[in-house]
């Protein structure tokens, strides 16, 4: 879809046991930890709320900013656009300018999104939607970024479950490339390029994981990674914020089936998820379609891949949608 290459070593053929020997020893966490900044009774460690859903018991899901945050914003946000200046005539350089945020999806330590209720996580996509499109008003924010690490290998830094929010002043390269990308082809072919493709693989089924009213979840033709799962909305929308509340909790429940199957398959991988979309600023193009990226950390590129971009993946596609397809 983006005009990279993939080599499927299917000769090699790893099933989920080939990766799963050699997974950490992942201990199982407590329900509440007073060492944890995000647990109950912690909260004067972390900033002031910018979003909290509460009931009659206190807190259920909060959004903080991130204290170590790269990026950040004044409290009197500028009122025009920032300079980005050259350096030498040669090194282009843009203030630090943007947001960081942390959502802390549950209250207790020891939640997860795979089995949390489907209510509790239709409330941490609602949190995404929200923020982002605040976060969007800023016009001096070029991007905004919904991500989720989990486990250490994928960069999760405290076991509470969370997940995370960046606003940026630019706009990465290989976020605009897909764009031109998509572009491109829209121009060409006069069709979104991904509503094409969600119709083929609903034909097909190859690589189908699951389908509801309003979502489609599949392992992506030559995928970079092992068991790697797109969920696309079925009806086209280029930006995530514009979601209905029909679609989230919808989205709630195939996010979390996906999850449980991951997590059941490969015996509790570490992944990332996050949110692709096009900027707010660009606004609902025809041409784009947001979806979800679900990378499980099973194997990390080494030189050729990093010298080629070319990326190695031992487990085809057809056979991982097959495998999560029938995973309970």
């Not at 201990?27 to 930890?33: A, D, G, K, L």
């Not at 007073?34 to 206190?58: A, M, R």
């Not at 989230?248 to 996906?258: F, R, S, T």
Request: proline residues 6%; charged residues 25%.
């Amino acid at each position: 879809m983006n005009g990279e290459w993939v080599i499927i070593s299917a000769e090699r053929g790893k099933r989920p046991a080939d990766y799963t020997s050699t997974a950490k020893h992942r201990e199982v966490p407590v329900e509440h930890s007073d060492k944890c900044p995000f647990c109950t009774g912690n909260e004067h460690i972390c900033d002031t709320p910018t979003y909290e859903l509460k009931d009659n018991s206190g807190w259920n899901l909060r959004v903080v900013p991130n204290k170590f945050a790269a990026v950040s914003r004044p409290a009197q946000l500028p009122d025009k656009p920032l300079p980005r200046t050259r350096t030498a005539n040669m090194h282009l350089s843009a203030q630090g300018y943007g947001a960081a945020e942390v959502i802390i999806e549950s209250k207790k330590h020891n939640a997860n999104l795979a089995f949390m209720e489907k209510s509790e996580v239709y409330e941490v996509i609602k949190s995404f939607k929200t923020r982002f499109n605040e976060l969007s008003e800023d016009p001096n924010i070029a991007m905004v970024s919904i991500f989720k690490n989990y486990g250490a290998t994928a960069g999760a830094s405290l076991e509470h479950p969370h997940s995370q929010i960046i606003a940026t002043h630019v706009l990465p390269t290989h976020i605009s490339d897909d764009l031109s990308y998509a572009r491109r082809a829209y121009n060409t072919y006069g069709t979104c390029l991904y509503c094409d493709l969600l119709k083929k693989e609903d034909e097909d089924k190859n690589r189908v994981i699951a389908k509801t009213d309003n979502f489609i979840a599949f392992c992506p033709f030559a995928s970079r990674y092992p068991y790697e799962v797109r969920i696309f909305p079925l009806k086209h929308s280029a930006l995530f914020g514009t979601i209905s509340e029909e679609q989230m909790n919808d989205l709630a429940g195939i996010l979390k089936m996906v999850l449980a199957k991951i997590y059941n398959l490969l015996k509790d991988p570490d992944y990332n998820f996050y949110v692709r979309t096009a900027p707010n600023s660009d606004g609902d193009v025809r041409f784009y379609h947001w979806h979800i990226a679900i990378t499980p950390r099973l194997t990390r590129p080494a030189g050729f891949e990093l010298g080629t971009r070319i990326y190695i993946n031992t487990t085809p596609p057809e056979q991982a949608a097959t495998e999560l397809r029938n995973e309970a």
